[in-house]
């Protein structure tokens, strides 16, 4: 079945950087875009950042730019999230996401097929 793993999550201080990995099995990696969203306790959530398949475009939320970068690399079934700056209003579950209805990036959760498990982002001050 379909699987997505993240990884990389923790706890970093402000200013400081963390990469999330998110791993995929079980689906042709290649054909799906990408999201990351993010969970804050008693919030909605909302959407981070987004990949498109190859040739691959990418998305971001307006308080993430600059800041933040998503990767792919469809040869390790795996996409990334560089976050550099970080600032506690960051803090949140951080999940990955699959799409393969959309050429496009969605951002609303609903649109996506699979979901990982979650990891843990937060950042002190």
């Known amino acids: 079945q379909v699987q997505l793993v993240e990884s990389g999550g923790g706890l970093v201080q402000v200013g400081g950087s963390l990469r999330l990995s998110c791993a995929g099995s079980?689906?042709?990696?290649?054909?799906?875009?990408m999201g990351w969203f993010r969970q804050a306790p008693g919030k909605e959530r909302e959407f981070v950042a987004g990949?498109?398949?190859?040739?691959?475009?990418?998305y971001y939320l307006d308080s993430v730019k600059g800041r933040f970068a998503i990767s792919r690399d469809n040869a390790k079934n795996t996409a990334y999230l560089q976050m550099n700056s970080l600032k506690p209003e960051d803090t949140a579950v951080y999940y990955c996401?699959?799409?393969?209805?959309?050429?496009?990036?969605?951002?609303?959760?609903?649109?996506?097929?699979?979901w990982g498990q979650g990891t843990q982002v937060t950042v002190s001050s």
């Open positions: 996401a699959a799409d393969g209805r959309r050429v496009t990036v969605s951002t609303a959760p609903g649109d996506y097929n699979y």
């Open positions: 079980g689906l042709t990696f290649s054909r799906y875009s």
């Open positions: 990949i498109t398949r190859i040739p691959s475009s990418t």
